[in-house]
């Protein structure tokens, strides 16, 4: 038996620390900010998975009148946990895992500032989503929209509304601490030399994107403990019979809700940023008008909440303020997209898949930009509010815009990550069959919401002449779930032909290009040191006087590039076994909340526990 | 390149002819038939075309640069390192603001318009949103009933208004407290009128009206629940005529019938459950939790408008087990026998 010396890894703990930084186990206990990124994209991407098959069953459903595959009970339940499943289980986290392997990597630093909280954060979040989908097994899934208006979702009799409450508490906790850690890492990480204004525009929209998390989470936080509160002990937040506010909720919700809209647009905006200058080989457009917009669009943001609530009777001078706000945002919106546009002027346009991702993400997005400014227009938006015309715009900020943007970035980071390019014709396929699908689902819904369709109805009637326009928008659906299978076949047959390990396969310009491919776990063998916005590029390319390129002498960009004997002596932190474990104390608070009161102690006192431990941990080296 | 061109245009061309071939939607927010949807309408319309422009500018200028500055294979061109321009910046902050601008002028003054008082001789109705359908009550004083103690005409999932009269409608939510929630609806006609929202414990307003007589459909637009998407219902505009005669009929209290299968029908509801929730004026019954029924066989649709009232089959067949035709409904299933079920659709459709 060999006995614990006081000088071990484990002096002081309550459990040994991990070691192993390779094989199955380790990805348990990892806090290497990469693997941490690996494990959010791949838990993102099969929900999904999992999301875009409720929208089948939706599409399904609607593609003839009087449908009766789905009882208007497990329709309500579809549409609801599509929207709960897109929102805060696919785009959020499928944002996070960019954010966590690339900041790092892209400010020239070893991890993120909080290593063992970013495992956390991970994990509170797979927690979250699956304590969210355990409640088709447990009396059925939340049935009230993911907007969960109340008291709609306070009276409802099934538990659905009440997994929904608790779930995404427990994702928000994922989130805020999500937020501060990347946000600390961005403000306090960085190389040297890697001022503010030297940041690529994807850090960025990163650093903006935290800090509206940081701000908006804490509002939802409240609307759903009082919804839980009511829900649960009885509470009357809500409950007009006692005098509650039912409007109180729509207030919260929204407070939160839209900055949340550019939670999830921003970092499709920041990527795209990203790989419009490289594969146009020109240097982004008007840097700090960008990198300002989006600072812009994040204030504004938090001032727009009514316009969802044109019709509540909020009266003609809120109406006015917000549809005035409302337009306002699509000043700083409408910079961004004629940045991107003269980035592209007298540019070397290489149509690589990254590329075409960017620029389907530029003109869809367009679309629902201007669909937007539309329900600025306070009469006709009541009118349009509640139909399919908003479903349509919607869509073509948040599939269009969102999904099409990380789909670039999965192909533009993806030899980073794997040290092997996805392969180009069938991402081609992929993105034409996408963009097709795509139009032929959202397109029609426009005509659809003017024709007076109106959102989360399981049926329609023949007599109100909707059935032509709701066919072809199922057979798009059809065909997105198409490109969506191209993309894993891709993906399978990429990962069976031998790596290429292309440090830098698109002539980057960030200096994430600088290492291997993949990184080695401390990212940079030395960390180095930035003279320029686009680092990397200057360091291969010079200007002359006229603006024209000059490649700078072979050799010189490979300075920081892993070396034989790279990486010794450099300090990374250990694994943890805590963060999973005080994790997973949350879904078991949410359990308890909900059925049986002593499993809720159970989980405070395993995230207690798990908090003691990780407090005392040692830092083994 | 031809080739594809061709190929594109032909595919519009079946794509218009597709719609052009689909039947006229009955919930149409750009076929206005009255002047307050009209002055949506009219608002909208122009917008979209300048969105619509801006869309062609916008995408027209990208795909043209795409093309016109492509990569071509074998050429190995230095693009000239642009950095940005800070005269053009505040150009494109400066023209869409002014172009928005100028959208809200009268987005403003429409706001303001639709929101003001209805003038004196509006026809005033209350619109109570119930899981799953509506109660209109007309409030006004001419518009009261001649029972023994006076209160509105009260009618279900059907609005009868008067051509050329604006009506105005104060609209909530309400509880029948049948096991029913009062949660938030949002009343919808596309063709007369824009969305208001019923909210519990609050009052909110729309002004509606409609040129031509006609029927125009609507239905709650706000998810409340289970039943939701049946939850509709219509404004049927008559000739100031008309309407005359009908509020003059509606006033006056149920018939009761004497003799035949109709006044079995009526002994069976006086004699059951039926009275607790249902109300029919000059009878004993004078339940308020579900839809009056007065005057049930001078409607055109009931269960939000699902089925239609002067289909006997209909009827019966909600009767027999209102839940498996309209899921969640709040009407229990009596399991009645199927000669009470013809003797109650025979008394139902004498109450005209």
Redo the contacts between chains.
Sequence with gaps: MASVSVQSPTAGGMLRRPAATTGFWSWFTTVDHKKIGILYGVTAFIFFIVGGSEALLIRTQLSKPDNTLL???AY?QIFTMHGITMIFLVVMPMSAAFFNYLIPLMIGARDVAFPRLNAFSYWAFLFGGSFIYSSWFLGGAP???WFG?A??ST??PTIGMSFYAAGLLITGIASSAGAINLAVTVINMRAPGMSLFRLPVFVWMGLVVQLLLAFSLPIITVGLFELLFDREIGTNFFN??K?G???LWQHLFWLFGHPEVYILILPAFGIISEIIPVF????L?????VVFSGIAIGFIGFGVWAHHMF???L??VA??AF??ST??I??PT??K???W??T????????ATPMLFA?GT??MF??GG??G??H????????????YYVIAHLHYVLFGGAIFGLFGGMYYWWPKVFGRRLGEGLGKTHFWIMLLGFNLTFGPMH?LG???????????PA???????NQVSSTGAFLIALSILVFIGNVVISSRRPRTFEADPWDGRTIEWMTTSPPPDYNFAEIPQVHALDDFWHRKYA?DK????VPVQAGAAAEAGAHEDAGHGIHLPNPSFWPIIAAAGLPLLGYGVLFHWWMAGLGAVLVLVAFYGWALEPSAE | MRKKVIWVLGLVTLAIA??A??????????QPAGPF?R???N??VP??GV?VA??LL??G??LY??FK???RAGQD?????????TR??IG??IL??VI?AV??VP??A???D??RKPPSDSLNVTVIGQQWWWKFQYTDADMQTAAETPGPITTANELVIPTGRVVYLTVTSGVGGIGD????H?L?V?EL?????A????E??ILLQADVPGIY?G????????????MKWHVRAVTPEDFAAWSAGQKEDAITPTGGLAATGFDTFMSGTCVQCHGIQGTDAQGIAGPNLTHFASRKCFAGCLLDNTDPADIARWLHDPTAVK??SFMPNYHLPDDQIQALVAYLQSLK
């Excluded at chain 1, 146009?280 to 240097?283: G, N």
């Excluded at chain 1, 592209?344 to 149509?351: E, K, N, P, T």
């Excluded at chain 2, 071939?21 to 750009?30: N, S």
């Excluded at chain 2, 709650?220 to 289970?226: D, P, S, T, V």
């Design positions: 009882s208007a009970g309500n049935n009230g929209g208006y008291p709609n009276t409802d007009v019979a005098g506010n039912p409007l146009a080989r020109k240097p457009f008007g840097y700090q008008f019709a509540t009777g009266g003609p109406n006015t549809g005035i337009a306002i699509a000043v409408g910079v997209i004629f940045n546009m003269a592209l002027w007298r540019g070397d346009i290489r149509l620029i530029v003109t367009v679309i201007l669909s400014v539309t600025s227009v306070v009469p006709s938006d009541y009118q349009q509010t509640d139909t005509i003017l024709q007076g369709m109106i959102r989360r109805e399981y049926t329609y007599s109100l002449g909707l059935t032509f326009w200007e006229s603006g024209r390129l | 597709f719609a071939c689909a039947p006229h939607a009955t919930q149409d927010t750009l949807a002055e949506e309408k608002l909208f917008v979209f969105a801006v869309f916008v995408e200028v990208i640069f795409v500055y492509r990569h061109r230095m693009p000239p390192q642009i950095h940005g321009n053009l910046e494109w902050t869409p603001a928005l959208v809200m987005t403003v429409t706001i303001w639709l929101a929630a009062a949660v938030i949002s919808w596309p009128a824009g969305k208001q929202d909210i519990p414990n609050h909110n307003h459909e239905q709650c637009a706000e998810f409340c629940g289970l039943s939701h998407a049946i899921e969640g």
